[in-house]
Each structure stands twice: as structure tokens, then as C-alpha cells.
């Protein structure tokens, strides 16, 4: 099994940024990518980027195109996001995440990622 934990997290002013990170620990080579979710208090988790181990290969959602970067550092088994010109909007607890081989389907469909972390809360001021 694989273990994520998050951090990096904190408060910020609107049009800052901030880094966080995902470090990877256990059987890392059963995840295909790593990907960050966030979820703001009354609102559905939705899918942020992701990354695969092997040819950092990329996914952003739209809301995040060009303001976020994601990476990984495969000898330190750690993902991880890059957030500049961050708005009110991004504040929400942020969740890195493991997709397994074996999953099929889009890759912001929460249910096909199988090992979750603890999250990390971010908090942007207007």
C-alpha cells in the first residue's frame, strides 16, 4: 500500500502563491499518477492536476490552467503544486492522490483514484 501525506499549506493574499507537496511512501510503484483534488467547504471535491511517475505526463482543470504547475522529484517520491496568481476562489483543503494502473475512465473522476492523504488547507484573502 502506498502512503501520501500533504503539506505546504497556509494563508495567503490573493495574487501570491504557494507550494505544496505530496511525499509518496510505501509500494509508490503501484500509483500510475499522482494527482491533487481540493474541496471548499460545502462544495463537491473536484480535480486540480496530476502527474504519472514515469513521463510526467500532465492534466490541469481548466480553473487552474496556467496559474498552477505540477512536478515531481522521482528520487525523493514527491509530487508537487505549484500555485501562483492564487485568487479567493482556490481556498479549500487540498488532497493528493494515487491512481492505480488498473484504472480506466477520465482522469478528474475521483472515484478512480484509490489511496488518498490527509490534506492540506489553503486559505486565500482577498
Known amino acids: 500500500q502506498v502512503q501520501l501525506l500533504e503539506s505546504g499549506g497556509g494563508l495567503v493574499q490573493a495574487g501570491g502563491s504557494l507550494t505544496l507537496s505530496c511525499a509518496a511512501s510505501g509500494r509508490t510503484s503501484s500509483c500510475d499518477r499522482i494527482g491533487w483534488f481540493r474541496q471548499a467547504p460545502g462544495k463537491e471535491r473536484e480535480f486540480v492536476a496530476s502527474i504519472t511517475w514515469s513521463f510526467g505526463l500532465t492534466n490541469y482543470a481548466n480553473a487552474v490552467k496556467g496559474r498552477f504547475i505540477i512536478s515531481r522529484d522521482n528520487a525523493k517520491n514527491t509530487v508537487y503544486l505549484q500555485m501562483n496568481s492564487l485568487k479567493p476562489e482556490d481556498t479549500a483543503a487540498y488532497f493528493c492522490?494515487?491512481?492505480?494502473?488498473?484504472?480506466?475512465?477520465?482522469?478528474?473522476?475521483?472515484?478512480?483514484?484509490?489511496?488518498w492523504g490527509q490534506g492540506t488547507q489553503v486559505t486565500v484573502s482577498s
Open positions: 492522490a494515487c491512481r492505480p494502473y488498473s484504472a480506466r475512465g477520465p482522469v478528474d473522476l475521483g472515484g478512480t483514484w484509490n489511496v
